[in-house]
């Protein structure tokens, strides 16, 4: 975000205007889209918010993605030039605004956008927003939108052909190009994901037209906090298309006074209105099983003349965390306290509920994180091979007491260091730590998910030139710190996880966070869990089957079996159905059928996670913190979740809400 002038200030107590509520005006552009091929004819109606896959499926223009071995038969769609469009009506007096704005909250991921056969905007980021000004292409009546997509795997193999030293994109099957492309990395798949690498219009995309000034943020930063009171800074960032002079009003009815006015003189461009108010003995927010979750909503209005020109809201909560690293018999310890109370971090890991996020309800997410919360979850990782989640996601952890742990989405691979890129990210993180930063539940910014693990334990230091570490440096010791510091101050940020700031490798025991998979990727037997001492474990797995309705989902009874076709091709772990077939006979009698080994495998993963998730909780206060791995899946499969992708719970979800109940007694042999 560009540097904006403080508008100058005045602090007259005179009454605000009152006039006519003039607010911007906002059209959805969700309806009348098509899509085709590029180069054939045809156009099928699509979806907006939505992506090809999902398009190409309700058109009945391919399988579903999701059942047999369909996965390897669509792979040509991300190799596929798509385009789309659609047209739409705007009556004379929506013209008559003096600015008018084309804004996509979400496009995946190189795209061309041309309106009425002019090209205004080309995209390269799939997490960014897009907005450009649109007012001279646009005419009264029928309009043309067009959104051209180009293959993210196309766009960059040219690139990766010339490459000396191509980077290490270990989860990437097929062609290794994720790592050059801000897109979700856990689409070109995962040992957990299948390949199905999308474009499209994945979040809305709207017309907004506005008159001489528009609030673009509305954040709120809390200064000091004590039982008495809160005092907060306000700051709502205008942009102003002239100079001129306004009154910036931000309510709250629980503050004293109730309403703050603040006179400004806007000049031409951006425009910080900063305002201190106090919120007399304020209730705090607390984590799930520590209190309640009370939260406050602030509303800011912009007043030009006797005119509103523009409204904006925010819901806040009122806590003080920290992330304490102190040095103790241990080494230093990791552990986050909000106000004042030490934390045991108790929760998992959250990837995206489905290969193809615009399908996710709210309603879903309601049901999961509902599910996390009565599991006496306290804490999610959002994992970095994913996306940033939607707002409703982040609203509902506020409500339900979910701390959420977000990684910057970069994960598994090393990054190039290039102007463009670089600029890139600084971008992304700006545009995403603005739209996240006002929420309590939000506990840490993470820069990425086991690089620096890949650099020290998977041979990359020796295989890749010291240029590959310094671009690391740039990415997320300097550009993200940075960025963290100016906009969202006070907020702890950690480097990567498993992570110890370089004070030790990665996966020490002695400060920073762990992920420890001996226990299923080296086959330890899971009594080695106990023997583990991290000050925080943000990762560790045990693998089982969904239940039989879900597996009929993309099986038939014919597929029933570890070894078959179908369930393989549901098995991203390439060892996977054999180590879960030999801890099954290690610990358990031998499934008798089928279903017996669906119902062993999932009380097996129980059994194993409950062991370690007690384990660490015995060893508070050495240990801060457990996050098995995962929540979620994104497909019907088996994996590591505790509730499957139609969010039914695992063995492993029911005995979490006795393992991570706030008071446990775990008996123990010595």
């Not at 080309?122 to 309009?143: I, P, Q």
């Not at 819901?315 to 230093?332: A, V, Y």
């Not at 260091?417 to 992304?428: A, D, M, Q, R, S």
């Not at 089928?594 to 996670?609: C, M, P, R, T, W």
Request: glycine share 6%; net charge neutral.
């Amino acid at each position: 975000m560009n540097a904006a002038p403080i508008a100058e200030l005045n602090n007259s107590r005179m009454k605000p205007p009152v006039g006519p509520i003039k607010s911007r005006s906002t059209l959805f552009l969700h309806n009348g889209w098509q899509f085709q091929e590029a180069g054939k004819d045809k156009w099928y109606p699509a979806t907006v918010p939505g992506c090809v896959h999902t398009d190409l499926l309700n058109n009945k223009l391919i399988e579903d993605p999701f059942y047999a071995d369909n996965e390897e038969k669509l792979q040509w769609i991300g190799k596929t030039f798509w385009r789309y469009q659609t047209t739409f009506f705007l009556p004379g007096e929506f013209l008559k605004h003096e600015n008018i704005e084309l804004k996509f909250d979400g496009l995946d991921t190189y795209a061309t956008v041309i309106l009425n056969g002019t090209p205004l905007l080309k995209t390269n980021n799939m997490f960014r927003r897009w907005s450009v000004d649109c007012r001279k292409s646009l005419k009264a009546g029928e309009n043309i939108l067009q959104v051209h997509f180009s293959s993210p795997i196309n766009e960059v193999l040219p690139i990766l052909r010339q490459l000396k030293h191509p980077l290490p994109a270990v989860n990437d099957r097929i062609e290794k190009t994720s790592p050059y492309t801000r897109k979700a990395p856990y689409q070109y798949g995962w040992d957990w994901a299948p390949r199905l690498v999308t474009c499209g219009i994945w979040k809305p995309v709207t017309l907004e037209a506005w008159d001489q000034t528009k609030i673009v943020d509305f954040h709120v930063l809390q200064k000091q906090l004590s039982s008495s009171e809160a005092r907060l800074s306000a700051t709502v960032e205008v942009l102003a298309s002239i100079d001129a002079e306004a009154t910036v009003i931000v309510e709250n009815p629980k503050a004293k006074p109730q309403v703050l006015e603040q006179r400004a003189k806007l000049k031409t461009g951006r425009n910080l209105v900063v305002m201190e108010l106090v919120i007399p003995n304020p209730a705090l927010w607390w984590p799930n099983g520590l209190g309640d979750q009370p939260l406050y909503t602030l509303k800011a209005r912009l007043i030009v003349g006797d005119v509103t020109r523009d409204e904006a809201a925010t819901r806040i909560g009122l806590r003080t965390l920290e992330l304490q690293q102190k040095p103790d018999s241990w080494g230093k310890s990791f552990q986050f306290v909000v106000n004042g109370v030490p934390v045991f971090a108790k929760g998992g890991n959250w990837i995206p509920a489905d290969s193809f996020p615009s399908r996710v309800t709210p309603e879903k997410y309601r049901h999961l994180l509902r599910s996390c919360r009565d599991a006496n979850m306290n804490m999610l990782r959002v994992w970095g091979g994913g996306i940033y989640e939607s707002q409703e996601f982040y609203d509902l952890c506020d409500e339900l007491g979910l701390l959420v742990w977000q990684d910057f989405v970069f994960s598994c691979t090393l990054y190039p260091g290039g102007p463009l890129f670089l600029e890139n990210v600084k971008l992304e993180a700006t545009d995403i730590i603005q739209q996240l930063r006002n929420h309590p539940s939000l506990a840490l910014w993470c820069g990425n998910n086991e690089v620096e693990t890949g650099w020290f334990e998977w041979g990359w230091k020796k295989r890749f030139p010291a240029q590959s570490w310094n671009d690391y440096q740039k990415v997320f010791r300097e550009i993200l710190p940075a960025v963290c510091t100016l906009m969202d101050p006070g907020r702890p940020y950690w480097p990567s996880s498993p992570g110890s700031n370089l004070e030790e490798k990665p996966n020490s025991e002695k400060l920073g966070d762990v992920h420890y998979w001996g226990v299923w990727h080296s086959d330890l037997p899971v009594e080695d869990y106990a023997k583990q001492s991290p000050r925080f474990m943000s990762e560790y797995g045990f693998q089982s089957l969904p239940e039989l309705s879900t597996l009929n989902t993309f099986a038939q009874s014919k597929d029933h079996g570890l070894s078959s076709a179908v369930m393989l091709a549901h098995q991203k772990d390439p060892k996977g159905n054999p180590r879960i077939l030999n801890y099954l006979v290690r610990y358990l009698p031998q499934p008798r059928d089928f279903e017996s080994l669906i119902y062993g495998s999932q009380v097996l993963q129980a059994e194993a996670i409950k062991v370690g998730a007690e384990h660490l909780r015995r060893m508070m206060p050495r240990s801060a913190g457990s996050l098995f791995w995962q929540i979620t899946d994104c497909w019907p499969a088996v994996s590591w979740s505790s509730m499957d992708y139609f969010g039914r719970w695992k063995a492993l979800q029911y005995y979490a809400k006795k393992f991570y109940q706030d008071l446990l007694v775990s008996p123990t042999e010595e």
